[in-house]
């Protein structure tokens, strides 16, 4: 019983507690703590493919993907196929502004075309990038399973389990698509509305990491995203938010990239902005193509890993300067013994020095001057990309690249 003295957390929500242990599906082996929900949602993913699932596999299918597919069914399953370390990531993402697009509607004809064509947008915006996924697909993974798995897909909200390598990069690109795909349909329909965009969020973490609770997390970093994307459109009078990413790493139950509020230096520039790099003027931060076109120039040259520890370590919340005199100079020390140990190679001293640059600033300083307006009032500090990029290192691949471009160098 439920109520018993001995009670389990459900193994699949983490939230629920359980009410049987059992196989979560029938071809399974392996008995887990298992609430009613989670038991009835397996059941139904496995024995019948509703309008849900079948739709977004319908979406995936085009001439060059041809076959029987079928989503991935479990994070375990996806975790297994493409990271040997288990880790997943989830996309949490939503439309902004869509309420006011809905009210510019004058009929209900313009109203159910918007409501359909809404839907089919979200499909086929997801249905890009995991067709890139699966032109990635390691040696020896089932290529008609298709490595994505819509959890929730309704009007413009997405939840959506992924390959945590890819991750980054599938959130850009799916935006990007949301953009063209949804501005056409407005066009189609008739509609005088301003450019529609996207807000989204990564979250990677383990692959038996609650799910609940990774969408609560995903929710969180979603609405930071979109407060931010909000309050500089105002400010800069844009006209409409700009698409954006948030992202965080789950290590163990710590969050990575949580910086103190007031602080004056912070090792993190997210959330990023999915608009090309010419289009980001300055303080306002950076897009995320730039993070993923570092990762690749560090992967040519091969940066040894004991390099990047050195680095990530200088910018620990711990190490950081707090805007005195002493503290800056001390930090500013520390990394120009670290651009002695790298200067030892020429070549890498020279990637090191423009991803210093491209995800900093170029002054003496290094760092990059944020001004994101916060509520009502200004939201200024001095922050950096590198740290990020460090910490997503092995999530921040690029669909269009070999898998071979991100070989490791150890030494």
């Known amino acids: 019983s439920t109520h018993g ?42 024995q019948y493919r509703g309008p849900f699932l079948l739709r977004f596999e319908q979406a995936v299918v085009d001439p060059d993907h041809r076959g029987s597919f079928e989503s991935a069914r479990a994070a375990e399953d996806l975790a297994e196929a493409w990271d040997s370390r288990q880790y997943v ?22 109203l159910r075309q918007l409501s359909e064509g809404l839907q089919t947008v979200i499909l086929e915006s997801l249905a890009v990038p995991t067709r890139m996924l699966m032109d990635r697909i390691p040696p020896g993974i089932d290529p008609y399973v298709i490595p994505a798995q819509p959890l929730i897909v309704g009007g413009d909200d997405v939840f959506i389990l992924i390959p945590a390598t890819y991750a980054l990069d599938f959130a850009r690109e799916f935006c990007l698509q949301y953009e063209r795909r949804m501005a056409a ?18 979250v990677i973490c383990k692959s038996k990491y609650p799910h609940t609770l990774v969408h609560k997390r995903g929710e969180d970093l979603l609405k930071e995203a979109k407060r931010l994307s909000k309050a500089v459109a105002l400010r800069d009078q844009i006209g409409y938010p700009l698409s954006i990413v948030n992202f965080d790493v789950i290590l163990g139950s710590r969050l990575t990239h949580d910086a103190a509020e007031n602080a004056k230096y912070r090792s993190t520039l997210a959330p990023y902005w999915v608009t090309s790099p010419d289009k980001t003027p ?16 560090l992967a040519e040259r091969q940066i040894p890993q004991r390099r990047l520890m050195q680095l990530r370590a200088l910018f620990e919340p711990q190490a950081l300067p707090d805007d005195t005199v002493k503290t800056v100079g001390m930090w500013n020390a520390a990394l120009a013994r670290l651009r002695t140990r790298v200067g030892r190679n020429a070549q890498d001293l020279k990637v090191f020095e423009d991803a210093l640059a491209a995800l900093g600033g170029t002054t003496d300083d290094h760092w990059y001057y944020c001004n994101r307006p916060k509520a009502d009032r200004e939201n200024v500090y001095k922050a950096h990309g590198l740290p990020d990029l460090i910490r997503l290192w092995d999530f921040s691949w690029k ?4 898998r071979s ?7």
């Open 5 to 46: 003295p001995y009670v389990a957390f459900c193994a699949s929500c983490g939230v629920e507690l359980a009410h049987t242990h059992q196989p979560i599906v029938t071809q399974d082996t392996t008995a887990q703590y298992l609430c009613d929900i989670c038991q009835q949602k397996a059941r139904e993913g496995t």
């Open 399 to 402: 669909l269009d690249q070999d």
């Open 89 to 110: 990531a989830y996309l949490v993402a939503d439309g902004n502004g869509m309420g006011k697009v809905f009210g510019k509607c004058e009929n209900l004809s313009q």
């Open 405 to 411: 471009v991100y070989a490791a160098r150890e030494d």
């Open 185 to 202: 349909k407005l066009q189609e329909i008739g509609l005088p509305v301003v450019h529609p965009t996207m807000s989204a969020a990564v």
């Open 282 to 297: 300055s303080e306002r931060g950076l897009a995320l193509e730039v993070l993923l076109e570092q990762r690749i120039k």
